[in-house]
Each structure stands twice: as structure tokens, then as C-alpha cells.
């Protein structure tokens, strides 16, 4: 069945970098494209960034951008998100989660992981 | 950029009875409207697509209607494993923001 297990959380300073990555398994990866969604403590879903299957399309919501560098690499079935310069404000649960539609970039997704936590304090 | 509204934020029934969760965009979204469940500690679960499309596996009780900038959705008969925060998504091209609203949370009275 489809699985995507999201590893590389954990507590970090505010201004420093880490990298999450999700291991997907279960489903063609390289035919699907593939989001970021976070949820602060206690708080509702954010939209975090998606990447098209070919790495042609790239989005960022508009609090990540500059900041967050999402990519891919369809040989090791895997979804990273590389954050950088983080906040407090960044921390949250991360989930990947896999598009609904095959090629095209349909904007919601049917699966997601269990996600990993980043807290960013000092 | 879309805001999406959902309402109430808490809305308070009992096993059996009918929910209407209510879901407001801040412009028009055609049917590009997404639903999702969520429990503590899990993944959204996806219930309904383009506004009106039950997911694969998602019971006939759940349905979702709406067009334009107002959409909803319906649970008929509420059963116990339906207790959970609901959100809204819009998939709108451009500009490539897919954003939630704030979620329901619908509680056992």
C-alpha cells in the first residue's frame, strides 16, 4: 500500500538549517507530484510548498519562500524539504503528501505521512 | 490571496444527527474545492474533491456540494468515528497557493 514516512525533525536554534526528508513507498513516485504541509501546536493546516513530479513546478507559500527549498530525487523514492534561516513561527508538524493526480499537479492531495516534528527554539 | 472561511469552528451533535459544515471563499473558486478529516495525531484524510467527488473508500453519508465562492459539506448521519476537525482547501491555478481554511471541529454533544 501507499507509505510515506517523513524522518530528519527535531529541536533547532532560531537562523539555523535542517533538511527533512520522506521516504515514499508503495506507488509509481516519479509519476506523482508531491507536498509540504505543516500544522503549528494546537493550531489548523498550512500549506507548505509542492513539486511536480518532474521538478518542472515548484510552488511556495508565501511565509516559506526564500526560505524553503523543496526538492526530489526519483531514484532514491524521496522528498526532502530543506529549511533554512528558521523561526519560531516555523515550528509545527511536517507532513509530505502525495497529489492526487498522476503528471499534473492537481493541487490537493489522497495520501499523506504521520509526520516529523521541528520545533525551533533557542 | 484566497482566504477561505470556515464556519462554525465548533459545532456540537450527537450520533445520528445531521452536520453541516459550511466552507467561504474570498473569491470565486469554481468547484476547485477540497475537504479533509483530520483526527489528533494522524494525517488529513481525504473526503471530498473538486466540491462534490467523494474520495475512494469515503462512506455515502459524507457528500459535498457548492460552486463559485460557497461550498458544503454534509455529513447525513453522523456515526462516532466522524468526531474529528474538518478543513477546507482550494486548488485554484494561480497563483499556486493551496490554502486551508481554519477547520470545524465537530465534538460529540
Known amino acids: 500500500q501507499v507509505q510515506l514516512v517523513e524522518s530528519g525533525g527535531g529541536v533547532v536554534q532560531p537562523g539555523r538549517s535542517l533538511r527533512l526528508s520522506c521516504a515514499a513507498s508503495?506507488?509509481?513516485?516519479?509519476?506523482?507530484?508531491m507536498h509540504w504541509v505543516r500544522q503549528a501546536p494546537g493550531k489548523g493546516l498550512e500549506w507548505v510548498a509542492v513539486?511536480?513530479?518532474?521538478?518542472?513546478?515548484?510552488y511556495y507559500a508565501d511565509s516559506v519562500k526564500g526560505r524553503f527549498t523543496i526538492s526530489r530525487d526519483n531514484s532514491k523514492n524521496t522528498l526532502y524539504l530543506q529549511m533554512n534561516s528558521l523561526r519560531a513561527e516555523d515550528t509545527a508538524v511536517y507532513y509530505c503528501?502525495?497529489?492526487?493526480?498522476?503528471?499534473?499537479?492537481?493541487?490537493?492531495?489522497?495520501?499523506g505521512g504521520q509526520g516529523t516534528l521541528v520545533t525551533v527554539s533557542s | 490571496e484566497i482566504v477561505l472561511t470556515q464556519s462554525p469552528a465548533t459545532l456540537s451533535l450527537s450520533p445520528g444527527e445531521r452536520a453541516t459544515l459550511s466552507c467561504r471563499a474570498s473569491?470565486?473558486?469554481?468547484?476547485?474545492l477540497t475537504w479533509y478529516q483530520q483526527k489528533p495525531g494522524q494525517a488529513p484524510r481525504l473526503l471530498i474533491y473538486?466540491?462534490?467527488y467523494r474520495a475512494t473508500g469515503i462512506p455515502a453519508r459524507f457528500s459535498g456540494s457548492g460552486s463559485g465562492t460557497d461550498f458544503t459539506l454534509t455529513i447525513s448521519s453522523l456515526e462516532p468515528e466522524d468526531f474529528a476537525v474538518y478543513y477546507c482547501?482550494?486548488?485554484?491555478?494561480?497563483?499556486?497557493?493551496?490554502?486551508f481554511g481554519q477547520g470545524t471541529k465537530l465534538e460529540i454533544k
Open positions: 473538486d466540491a462534490s
Open positions: 503528501a502525495k497529489d492526487m493526480e498522476e503528471i499534473a499537479v492537481a493541487g490537493f492531495f489522497d495520501v
Open positions: 508503495g506507488f509509481t513516485f516519479s509519476r506523482y507530484g
Open positions: 482547501q482550494q486548488r485554484t491555478n494561480w497563483p499556486y497557493r493551496y490554502t
Open positions: 513539486i511536480s513530479y518532474d521538478e518542472d513546478n515548484i
Open positions: 473569491q470565486s473558486l469554481s468547484n476547485f
